[in-house]
C-alpha cells in the first residue's frame, strides 16, 4: 500500500531544468511524506524511497539554495518513517560527507549546512531507538568527517548542533569502534572551548565529557584534556563552571579508570563548591554526594572503619556542612594534588590564585587531618597568599588558614609553624599563623610563652609595617583569650602578661609615631592593656610603673647617628607618649633621652624633645610621690635634660634645641606647678637672654614661663621683670600680650623684718616700686592701643598691680590722665578700681 506518489512523475520533475519545479515539488513531496497516515506501512514508504532517493540526494548538489534546502527536509522527512536500513544510512551519510566533510567548505549556506548536520543527528537518533546503532562503523569515517568540519564551523548554531550530535554518538557507541577516532573530535572540540559564545562553551564540554569516556587513557589524550578543560572553571559565565563540574561528575561516575584520574577529575567539582554562584553550588551540590556514594559502596569495607573513628571537630566552621565519608574519602586518596594545587597560588594572574584558592579549600574541608602531613608542602605559599596584593585573595587565603586550623591535629602541625615563624619573620607567615592559632582548640602554656618571647623579639616588635603590627596585636588578643583557658600559675600568667605587655607598648608606640596620631592599631593596643589591668586588678599607671622600664630596655642602639626616621628612635618617641614620665622608670628614661641628645641627629633630638615637652604637661598626673621627692625628681630632670640646651649655642640645631628646652621648661611650670615654684628660681640666670632670643619660639615660650616663677627674691626677681617689661615691645604680638599679662602676675618675695638689716627692707620696696611704676606707665600707654588683645591684657594686669600697690596707681593714673588721647577710657579703667574692691581682693587674697 502506496500513499498515492506518483515516482515517475515525482523524478521528472526533480530533472527539469526548471528550478521553481524542482522547489515545489520537493515541498510538496514532503507535505505528502509528513502528513501520510500511520496506518501506512513502512515498507512501502521504502519502496516509494528507492525510486526517489536517488534524484533526492542529487539535488543537495542543486545551485539553487531553495531546491537543496527543501531536498534535505524532503529527505528527513523520509527517514523519520523509514526502517533501519544499511543502504538508505550509507547513500545519505555518503552525500552529507560530499556536501559537509571536504577540506573547503562545499556548502555556501550556513542554514542548509545546518539541516545536514541535523540530518545526520535525527539517523543517529533513529537508529540509536531501534538498538541499531552498530550499522554506523561501516561510515564512521564520513561521520567524524562531517562532524569535525561542523565543529569548526563559522556558524554557532551549526556548532552547536554539531555537539549535540557527538554526544548523543558518544552516548550510544561502542568504545572499541569510536576510539580511532577520538582524538580528531576532541581536537576540534578544543576549538570551541574559547568561543565568543558561551552557550558554544557549555556544548563542546558537554561534548568532551562524553567522548572523553571513550578515550586512550593510557596515552597523552587525558592530560591534554584536562589542560584544556582546566581554565574554564574560571569562566565568567556561570553555566560554563556549571557543566566544568558536571563534566567531572560525569568521569567520576563513568569513567573506567577513574581511579587513576581522580586527581585530574576532583578539582573539576570542587571549584563548583566554592563557586559565587548559587545556581552552580546547588546544581553541583547533590551530584557531589552521588559520586561519594558510588565511592564508598566500592570501598565500603575502609571508609565504614574510617567513619566511625573520624568524628568531626568541636570547632568545625560554622555554617558549614561536612562532606560525606565517600566525599571526603575521594580527596583523601588523591593527597598528591596538593603541589598543582599551590603551585599556582602564586601564578601572577589573579584569577588563577583567587581560583586555587579556592580549590585549596575544599581540599582541605574534606581531606581534613589526613593532610596535616602535608602541612609543610602548603604552609609557605598560603602564608604568601595571605599577603596577596588583591584583597579577596588575601581574603580567601584566610579562610584556608582558619580551615586548616581546625581540621588539622594541632601537635602535628605546631612545631612546623613556630618553624616557619622562627625562620620568616614577616607578615605573611604571621598572618597565617594567626588564623590557624586563633581557629584551633589547642595551646598550652608553653606555647603562649614561645609565641610571646617570639612576638616580643625585634624581629617582630621592632617591625615598622603597619600591617605587620596589626596582626601582632591580634595575636596579643589571641594570646589574651587562650590564656584563660591554659592551666598555670598566677606567677606564670604574670610573666605571660609582662610579655604580652612589653610587646604591646613597643607595637602601639612604633604605630603612634609613624602616624603622628593615635590610630586603630594604637585604640587596639589599649584595649589589650586594659584586659591586662582588669586581669591583674590594678590601675593603668601601676601596669606602666611595673612594667614600662622593661619596654625601655628594648630601645637599643641609640647611641648611633640616627635620623628621626629610624626605629629606636621612632619607638622611644611613641613610649614617652605612651607611658608619658613617671618616677620608677625616670632614671632609665633620662639615660635613653641623653643618648640621642648625645649621639642622633639634629633631627631626632628635636622629636625626642618635642615629645618629652607634652609629656611634661602631664607631671602632676604621672609621677604620683610625695612632694619633696617629686621636686627632687623634677630638679634631676631639668638638670639632666632641660637645662643644658638653655644657655646659646649658634647655629639652627642650637635654636631648634633651645626652643625645646624653653618648651618643655614651660610645660613643666604648667604641669608641676608646686615643685616649679623651688625649681624654677635656679634657672633665672639663663632667661634674661632667653627673653630676647633671636627665634620668636624660644621667645614666646621663655616668656609665657615668667607666669610662673614665683617666690624670688626682689635682687633675683629684677633682671627677669625687666626683661619681661620690655618684651611688650616685642615684633610678635602674641608675645606682646603675653608679657603683658605676666607682668602683672609678678611677686617677689621681700625679706622679713627680723632677716633684714637696717634699711634693706625699704630697698627692696623701692626698687620694687620703681618696677611697678615703670610698667604702670607702660601698660597704661598699650591701653590706648588698637590691638584688642593687648588693650584687654594691659586692662588685666593694670588692676592686679593696682590693688597691690595702690599708692602707685593713684600716681601713674594722674600722670597719664594729663597725657591721654582718649581720658574718657582711661577715667572709666579707674572708675572700675574703687579702693573697696581692692580692700576685698586683698582680704581674699
Not at 543517529?124 to 541499531?132: D, E, K, P, S, T
Not at 550499522?135 to 552547536?160: N, S
Not at 572499541?176 to 568561543?195: A, D, I, K, R
Amino acid at each position: 500500500m502506496s500513499f498515492d506518489l506518483d515516482t515517475k512523475a515525482i523524478c521528472s520533475e526533480l530533472e527539469s531544468s526548471e528550478h521553481r519545479k524542482r522547489s515545489a515539488t520537493l515541498l510538496k513531496l514532503r507535505e505528502q511524506c509528513e502528513q501520510a497516515p500511520q496506518t501506512v506501512s513502512s515498507d512501502a514508504i521504502a519502496a516509494d524511497f528507492d525510486e526517489l532517493y536517488l534524484h533526492l540526494l542529487k539535488c543537495y548538489d542543486d545551485r539553487f539554495e531553495s531546491v537543496r534546502d527543501r531536498a534535505v527536509l524532503a529527505v528527513s522527512a523520509f527517514l523519520k518513517r523509514l526502517p533501519p536500513s544499511d543502504f538508505h544510512l550509507l547513500n545519505v551519510v555518503s552525500t552529507l560527507a560530499e556536501r559537509m566533510g571536504q577540506v573547503e567548505t562545499v556548502e555556501p549556506s550556513e542554514e542548509i549546512r545546518l539541516l545536514y548536520v541535523e540530518q545526520l543527528h535525527l539517523m543517529l537518533r533513529q537508529y540509536a531507538q531501534m538498538g541499531n546503532v552498530g550499522v554506523f562503523r561501516e561510515c564512521y569515517a564520513q561521520v567524524m568527517k562531517v562532524l569535525v568540519k561542523a565543529i569548526k564551523d563559522d556558524y554557532a548554531a551549526v556548532q552547536r548542533e554539531a555537539c549535540a550530535t557527538v554526544v548523543q554518538l558518544a552516548r550510544v557507541a561502542d568504545t572499541h569502534e569510536l576510539q580511532p577516532f577520538t582524538e580528531s573530535l576532541v581536537v576540534s572540540l578544543y576549538g570551541m572551548l574559547n568561543h565568543r559564545h558561551s552557550a558554544a562553551r557549555i556544548s563542546a564540554l558537554e561534548a568532551l565529557g562524553r567522548v572523553c569516556l571513550h578515550m586512550d587513557a593510557s596515552g597523552e589524550s587525558m592530560r591534554r584534556f584536562f589542560m584544556e578543560v582546566s581554565p574554564l572553571l574560571m569562566d565568567s559565565m556561570p553555566l560554563v563552571r556549571r557543566e566544568c563540574g558536571q563534566v567531572g561528575v560525569l568521569l567520576l561516575l563513568e569513567l573506567r579508570d577513574r581511579y587513576s584520574f581522580f586527581e585530574r577529575i576532583l578539582p573539576l567539582v570542587l571549584c563548583c563548591l566554592k563557586d559565587d554562584s548559587p545556581e552552580v553550588l546547588s546544581f553541583i551540590q547533590p551530584l557531589w554526594v552521588k559520586c561519594g556514594e558510588q565511592f564508598y559502596d566500592e570501598n565500603e569495607a575502609e571508609l565504614s572503619q574510617q567513619e566511625i573513628c573520624d568524628p568531626q571537630v568541636e570547632n568545625y566552621p560554622a555554617g558549614v556542612k561536612r562532606p560525606t565519608i565517600g566525599c571526603r574519602g575521594l580527596v583523601q586518596r588523591s593527597l598528591r594534588l596538593l603541589t598543582l594545587i599551590t603551585r599556582e597560588t602564586s601564578d601572577w594572574k589573579d584569577n588563577v590564585r583567587l581560583h586555587a584558592l579556592k580549590l585549596l579549600y575544599q581540599f582541605v574541608l574534606h581531606a581534613e587531618a589526613a593532610m596535616t602531613a602535608k602541612f609543610f608542602e602548603i604552609y609557605g605559599q598560603v602564608a604568601h597568599a595571605c599577603c596577596d596584593r588583591e584583597p579577596v585573595v588575601s581574603a580567601e587565603a584566610k579562610k584556608v588558614a582558619d580551615l586548616l586550623g581546625r581540621v588539622l591535629a594541632f601537635n602535628a602541625w605546631i612545631e612546623h609553624g613556630f618553624d616557619g615563624l622562627e625562620r620568616n619573620a614577616r607578615e605573611s607567615f604571621l598572618k597565617c599563623f594567626y588564623y590557624m592559632f586563633t581557629a584551633a582548640l589547642g595551646g598550652t602554656y608553653d606555647h603562649l610563652m614561645r609565641l610571646c618571647k617570639l612576638l616580643k623579639s625585634s624581629d617582630y616588635s621592632h617591625t615598622l609595617k603597619p600591617g605587620f603590627q596589626l596582626y601582632i596585636l591580634k595575636m596579643l588578643e589571641t594570646v589574651l583569650d587562650k590564656s584563660s583557658k591554659v592551666t598555670a600559675s598566677m606567677e606564670q600568667l604574670r610573666d605571660l602578661y609582662e610579655l604580652i605587655y612589653v610587646t604591646a607598648m613597643k607595637v602601639m608606640s612604633l604605630s603612634y609615631a609613624l602616624a603622628g596620631d593615635v590610630n586603630a592599631d594604637v585604640e587596639r593596643g589599649q584595649v589589650i592593656l586594659k584586659r591586662i589591668v582588669a586581669l591583674e586588678e590594678i590601675t593603668l599607671s601601676q601596669l606602666h610603673e611595673r612594667w614600662f622600664h622593661l619596654a625601655l630596655l628594648d630601645v637599643e642602639n641609640l647611641d648611633a647617628a640616627l635620623d628621626e626616621n629610624a626605629e629606636p628612635v621612632l619607638m622611644l618617641y611613641g613610649l614617652i607618649h605612651l607611658g608619658c614620665i613617671r618616677s620608677t622608670y625616670l632614671p632609665q628614661l633620662i639615660e635613653k633621652v641623653k643618648l640621642v641628645f648625645g649621639h642622633c641627629s639634629d633631627s631626632a633630638q628635636v622629636r625626642i624633645f618635642s615629645i618629652l615637652s607634652i609629656a611634661a604637661l602631664d607631671w602632676g598626673r604621672t609621677v604620683c610621690v610625695e612632694r619633696e621627692q617629686s621636686t627632687q625628681l623634677l630638679s634631676e630632670f631639668i638638670t639632666a635634660i632641660v637645662e643644658p640646651y638653655l644657655a646659646w649655642k649658634a647655629g639652627a640645631s642650637g635654636e631648634a634645641m633651645r626652643s625645646m628646652a624653653m618648651a618643655t621648661l614651660c610645660a613643666l611650670a604648667q604641669g608641676a606647678r608646686e615643685e616649679a615654684r623651688e625649681v624654677l628660681p635656679t634657672l633665672a640666670k639663663h632667661m634674661p637672654s632667653l627673653l630676647e632670643d633671636r627665634n620668636v619660639t624660644t621667645r614666646h615660650y621663655a616668656i609665657k614661663a615668667m607666669c610662673y616663677f614665683q617666690g624670688m627674691s626682689v635682687e633675683a626677681f629684677k633682671p627677669l621683670a625687666y626683661a619681661t617689661m620690655q618684651r611688650m615691645d616685642d615684633p610678635s604680638a602674641g608675645i606682646r600680650v603675653i608679657a603683658a599679662t605676666a607682668v602683672g602676675k609678678m611677686r617677689p618675695v621681700f625679706k622679713e623684718e627680723a632677716a633684714a638689716e637696717e634699711g634693706e627692707r625699704e630697698h627692696e620696696r623701692e626698687v620694687w616700686e620703681a618696677f611697678v611704676k615703670r610698667a604702670m606707665d607702660l601698660l597704661l600707654l598699650y591701653h590706648e592701643s588698637p590691638e584688642k588683645e593687648m588693650k584687654a591684657a594691659a586692662q588685666k594686669s593694670l588692676t592686679e598691680l593696682a590693688k597691690s600697690h595702690p599708692e602707685a596707681w593713684e600716681e601713674r593714673y594722674k600722670r597719664a590722665l594729663s597725657m591721654a588721647q582718649s581720658k574718657d577710657e582711661l577715667t572709666n579703667l579707674y572708675s572700675k578700681m574703687s579702693i573697696k574692691d581692692e580692700a576685698e581682693a586683698d582680704v581674699k587674697d
